[in-house]
């Protein structure tokens, strides 16, 4: 678990900024005492979170500008609202018996509702090194439901705690460790412009296979009618293993990942009249979409 100390002293750095804006008070021994001789921590937040541009170097760049994280509350131009948090969970974290590191995430709501979310996007593109500019999308706005979000450092092989099962790693084969992903969630709505394509998505709805983003007589439910009562889960196992190009001895982040069943519905617009009206283009459900043995090796190129 040397790998695990590194990673508590990393966060511990990158918190301490934090801890001075908002001029937090040390713990003596006897209150430190009390906290590590409990059974595990559980940490209540609160956020909105505002990141101007992010940009990827390789030999072009790829930029995302105008990035907005708070609660479910969208304002009329689709970005987060500004007065609404990410708020009423906590996480709850714990190194158990067989050296597993677990975190759980868990609403705080007095009614117990899953953790509501927003996020927006002003612009993603991709840049070149003469100044060519090409834009990807625009104006995305989504907002949902979060259920379900279990993040555990696996030591043993074996998470029980799934909503549809573990997937298989073969610790055997010279996987020593392997990150755990387990999350159940909705999207109430989703609207993004794909500019390149001149294609708009508008009212997507995912929801559980029981959810009914898809009603059932066939035709798509309007945004929100199908969300909350089921909810999309994910399974991911993630780990460092080898590469087919690379072949024995090399070494690649391995993302594997099942999905169970859920419903998808969306409106679709293409191309714009001469006022920039977009036209639409219909609308398109999709039904008991899963993924089931889904696996990404990740690694660099020289």
Same mark, same amino acid.
């Given at each position: 678990m040397k790998g695990l100390k590194k990673i508590a002293l990393a966060t511990a750095v990158a918190a301490a900024p934090f801890a001075v804006q908002a001029d937090m008070t040390a713990l003596d021994d006897s209150a430190m005492g009390n906290v590590t001789g409990q059974s595990g921590v559980t940490i209540e937040?609160?956020?909105h979170v505002n990141i101007g541009k992010f940009t990827y170097f390789d030999e072009g760049t790829f930029n995302v500008s105008g990035i907005e994280i708070g609660g479910g509350a969208l304002a009329a131009d689709g970005t987060v609202e500004d007065t609404s948090n990410l708020d009423d969970f906590a996480l709850v974290i714990d190194v158990e018996a067989d050296g597993d590191a677990f975190i759980h995430l868990t609403s705080t709501h007095p009614q117990g509702a899953p953790v509501d979310f927003g996020m927006s996007v002003a612009e993603a593109s991709l840049g070149g090194q003469a100044g060519e500019n090409?834009?990807?999308l625009s104006n995305l706005g989504l907002s949902g439901d979060l259920a379900q979000l279990d993040i555990r450092v696996d %030591?043993?092989?074996?998470?029980?705690?799934?909503r549809f099962g573990v997937i298989p790693v073969d610790l055997a084969n010279g996987v020593a460790d392997v990150l755990r992903v387990d999350?159940?969630?909705d999207i109430d709505e989703l609207n993004v412009d794909?500019?390149?394509l001149a294609l708009g998505v508008r009212?997507?709805?995912? %929801?559980?296979?029981?959810?009914?983003?898809?009603a059932s007589d066939g035709t798509k439910q309007a945004p929100n009618e199908g969300a909350?009562?089921?909810f999309a889960a994910a399974n991911l196992a993630i780990y460092s293993g080898e590469s087919v190009v690379h072949g024995a001895g090399s070494s690649a982040l391995?993302?594997?990942m099942d999905i169970a069943p859920m419903d998808i519905s969306m409106d679709l617009t293409l191309g714009s009249d001469g006022s920039g009206t977009a036209l639409p283009l219909g609308s398109i459900g999709i039904d008991n979409l899963a993924l089931t043995n889904t696996k990404a090796v990740i690694y660099g190129h020289n």
């Open positions: 937040l609160q956020t090409t834009v990807l %030591t043993t092989g074996d998470s029980p705690n799934t999350v159940a969630f794909v500019d390149f009212n997507m709805v995912i %929801t559980g296979a029981a959810g009914e983003a898809i909350g009562t089921d391995v993302i594997e």
